[in-house]
């Protein structure tokens, strides 16, 4: 499975911006796709992500009524619509697939999946 991000770029704080995943290479059943973030000095964070069974979301406290994942599978393409963005999400965004969704412990989404993408950077400032 080959994922690549874009969409990435510098945004005001409470700009918007939508970052794709195109996903390819998966030969039986959809992939659950995961969007994650990191920035400078801190661990990865999960952000999103949707099942590949029912459709389902979840996301972290973080970015919940911020972020929307959604997935346009004529394209094979994962979207993380992400609006009223703040400084504190600057980050490079990578997004994953696995063949189930990633695991939720406590709330956070663990960065553990098995195919990861190249990230896509996002700066958040005035």
């Known amino acids: 499975v080959q994922l690549q991000a874009s969409g990435g770029g510098l945004v005001q704080p409470g700009g918007s911006l939508r970052l794709s995943c195109a996903v390819s290479?998966?030969?039986?059943?959809?992939?659950?796709i995961g969007w994650f973030r990191q920035a400078p000095g801190k661990e990865r964070e999960g952000l999103a992500y949707?099942?590949?069974?029912?459709?389902?979301?979840k996301y972290a406290a973080s970015v919940k009524d911020r972020f929307t994942i959604s997935s346009d599978n004529a394209k094979n393409t994962v979207y993380l619509q992400m609006n009223s963005l703040k400084f504190e999400d600057t980050a490079v965004y990578y997004c994953?697939?696995?063949?189930?969704?990633?695991?939720?412990?406590?709330?956070?989404?663990?960065?553990?999946?098995?195919?990861w993408g190249r990230g896509t950077q996002v700066t958040v400032s005035s």
């Open positions: 994953a697939a696995d063949q189930s969704p990633p695991t939720v412990i406590g709330g956070l989404i663990m960065p553990i999946m098995h195919y």
């Open positions: 290479g998966f030969t039986l059943n959809r992939p659950a």
């Open positions: 949707i099942s590949n069974t029912d459709g389902s979301t």
